[in-house]
């Protein structure tokens, strides 16, 4: 893994990133290896050309139009005109319309490139109704100031999960949001509480910042040729410290307090779920997904990101340790699957991964 | 040497215990529910790279969906023995498919910025309509020139009309323009889309003589006749949108940043010699002494490689806009002995153009 972690890093380098399908599709095939359901190893057959041809695609139908036509605007019309922020806008409506296509999609995809005892999954339903589902979902959400996530996120797995096929045999998801809504309050409240001590910290730090006698130091040592003494250099060293500290925390502490709420929702969506006469159990704690979020995000740091790979393999891990099983799938009678398969996959979710806009 | 060995065979998630051995034509198989078969050892693919205390899982090329799990170390290396392209590695054939797409798709991004940078914007600006262009270049002249005033006085835009006409004379096809001075410190000249020129009083106060404002002015011109300005905007316009998309930035376009502004009135080397062409042939049918801007060229190439140190302003003194090189200045050549010259103003429409900005 580490070798594949640095060949890719380097590949991707070289070919201006172009590498990226084909590494991402040597992680999969790794990872997917390394997983067992029931004692039998999954495989990942997908390959790194169809993702490149599936970004291709996107860009030819998507991204090119857009530059042609913001381009057009901007010299037709001059670059200050407000068509073109009509435009922009325009991109950006069609960004989040579309959203949930590019998950459900690139889920998709990924599902048909999946065997487990030689027979692949896929997601049987229509990606525009999911995106559209998604789409409502988030202005709800925006407007409820959070309020609907749990009802929210139970309607989206539903769909999704109700979708999902392992050859011939049927996902199935029911159950209800209440329950999620205790801990959903808890961490609500948590994290405004956490925002209104930010909010105070770094008030207080801001007023440091640009009071008058801190304010003569750091224009002391921002002068050309000056020689800072000692205690200037302590005093916005100190200054610089605590503002880096406060935001930091800030980005620590929120992620954390929702890792409750994640870790709850996860291990009772697992429960709504069946696949024939098996049900699930996902041992999922607040504690543990928080050292995931954190180690992960260590090793994306020290690593300079080349180490990406292996947090996937952590996350995917995780998941699978600690999934199980509860009763048995009737393997005998699950037949191949007879969706048709896409020849391209994930094609709009790299191009928002990239940022398209 | 026979052993067990699972097998799937696609249709079903069942497993099938197996009873697997080598033979001379490959791998052959048999179980309770499995009609025996042979997989011949060229077709077969190691699903995972062989990993001894592993499973070595196996598919066929004949049997698309199909697997065979083989648990026993001793077998797997006596396979690996009879077909060592299982061990994995480095597949030419495959690596050079890998390295052709790659290689299109960088060579679909090179001929992309290509288009984008020089083959399109030159052949596009000659088809842009007028109306398109001053409505740019009128927008791209307000945040130019920010809050600076226009320098105008009767006089001074009678100067400005008859210094025009001295050009005109000669060439027909000169297009249809129209030159302010503004209050401006620093010295410089810009030729906008849709034929808008902005000469500053900075460039007013550095002339010693008509011939050199002229000199300047028939440059610019040549940048208009030759749609120059046009062809920068649709350069930048199409970099700045390739850019907002690649890197996710953007939102607004901000051309009319000054960022935006001094990339598009930066000149490039060929639109230099082009516009240098069209001052000097323009100066000689008119006959006004070429040699006028061969000294103001010299003047600055002087005063900015002295001052190129400090060259850190926004839209830089002037000529970074149009650099002036020794290569140009060589290309001004004299007009021949016998032609009669003639001033580009008289002493009092000269006095007037200078006094336009007070
Ligand atoms: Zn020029």
Same mark, same amino acid.
């Given at each position: 893994m580490g070798r594949l972690a640095i060949v890719n890093f380097i590949l991707n380098v070289v070919t201006l990133t172009i590498y990226r399908f084909w590494a991402k599709t040597n992680v999969r095939k790794h990872i997917w290896s390394c997983v067992h359901i029931n004692g039998q190893p999954l495989e990942y057959t997908g390959r790194g050309i169809e993702l490149f041809k599936g970004a291709l695609i996107v860009f030819g139908l998507f991204v090119l139009p857009f530059v042609l036509v913001a381009t057009f605007v901007s010299i037709a019309l001059g670059p200050e005109h407000p068509a073109l922020f009509a435009v922009y806008g325009l991109l950006y409506l069609l960004i989040f319309l579309l959203w949930g296509a590019a998950l459900y999609r690139a889920r998709r995809y990924q599902l048909s490139r999946t065997l487990w005892r030689g027979i692949r999954g896929t997601l049987a339903g229509s990606s525009m109704i999911y995106s559209l589902t998604y789409f409502g979902a988030m202005l709800a959400r925006g407007m409820s100031l959070g309020w609907t996530t749990p009802v929210l996120n139970t309607v989206l797995q539903e769909q999704i999960i109700g979708d999902m096929r392992f050859g011939d045999l049927a996902f199935k998801f029911k159950g209800r949001a209440a329950p999620l809504y205790p801990t959903y309050a808890l961490c609500w409240f948590l994290s405004l509480l956490a925002l209104t001590i930010f909010a105070f910290l770094f008030g207080a730090e801001v007023a440091a910042f640009f009071g008058p006698e801190v304010q003569k130091v750091f224009d002391d040592i921002f002068k050309p040729d000056s020689e800072p003494t000692s205690d200037q250099i302590w005093t916005a060293s100190t200054v610089i410290a605590i503002l880096v500290f406060s935001f930091l925390a800030m980005f620590m502490v929120i992620p954390m307090l929702w890792a409750i709420y994640s870790a709850k929702e996860l291990s009772t969506f697992a429960t709504y779920t069946r696949a024939g006469n098996a049900t699930f159990k996902l041992n999922a704690t607040a504690g543990s997904l928080i050292s995931l979020v954190i180690v992960n995000l260590l090793i994306l740091i020290f690593t300079l990101g080349i180490g990406r790979p292996f947090i996937q393999q952590r996350l995917i891990r995780y998941m699978c340790d600690r999934l199980e099983v509860v009763g048995t799938i009737d393997v005998d009678r699950v037949l191949q699957s007879r969706a048709a398969m896409a020849h391209t996959g994930e094609g709009l979710a790299d191009a928002f991964d990239l940022g398209v806009v | 040497m026979a052993i067990e060995a699972v097998y799937f065979d696609?249709?079903?998630a069942r497993d099938n215990r197996v009873v697997v051995s080598l033979e001379a034509s490959g791998l052959q198989f048999s179980g309770e529910d499995v009609p025996a078969q042979a997989w011949n050892l060229s077709g077969l693919t190691a699903v995972d790279p062989p990993h001894m205390g592993h499973a070595l899982r196996l598919s066929h090329d004949g049997h698309a969906g199909a697997r065979l799990s083989i648990r026993n170390d001793a077998f797997t290396q006596q396979l690996l023995i009879a077909?060592?392209?299982?061990?994995?590695?480095?597949h030419p054939k495959r690596a050079l498919r890998l390295f052709l797409w790659i290689g299109g798709g960088l060579t679909i991004l090179a001929a992309l910025i290509y288009l984008t940078l020089n083959f399109a914007p030159q052949r596009l600006a000659v088809l842009l309509p007028d109306a398109w262009s001053k409505r740019v270049g009128e927008q791209m002249e307000a945040s130019l020139v920010q809050n600076a005033k226009v320098c105008q006085t009767p006089d001074g835009e009678k100067a400005i009309a008859a210094m025009l006409a001295n050009l005109a004379d000669g060439s027909p096809d000169m297009p249809p323009l129209r030159v302010r001075v503004y209050d401006i410190p620093i010295m410089n000249a810009f030729a906008l889309p849709g034929g808008f020129i902005v000469l500053t009083r900075g460039l007013m106060r550095e002339a010693s003589d008509p011939g050199e404002v002229a000199g300047v002015l028939a440059h610019e011109v040549g940048h208009v006749a030759h749609h120059h300005p046009e062809a920068q905007m649709i350069r930048i316009a199409g970099m700045q949108v390739l850019i907002s998309v690649a890197t996710?930035?953007?939102?607004?376009?901000?051309?009319?940043?000054l960022a935006g502004l001094a990339a598009i009135l930066k000149s490039t080397r060929d639109a230099e010699r082009e516009a240098d062409a069209y001052a000097v042939s323009m100066l000689s049918s008119a006959r006004v002494d070429p040699m006028a801007l061969k000294h103001f060229f010299e003047k600055i190439l002087k005063e900015e490689g002295e001052s190129s140190s400090s060259a850190? @302003?926004?839209?830089?003194?002037?000529? @970074?806009?149009?650099p002036v090189t020794t290569e140009r200045i060589e290309q001004i050549k004299p007009l021949p002995a016998g032609v009669m010259l003639r001033p580009a103003l008289s002493e009092e429409q000269w006095k007037d153009l200078k006094e336009i900005c007070g």
């Open positions: - | 696609g249709e079903t077909a060592p392209h299982l061990k994995g590695g480095f996710g930035t953007s939102g607004g376009n901000n051309a009319s940043s850190f @302003s926004n839209l830089g003194t002037l000529f @970074s806009t149009h």
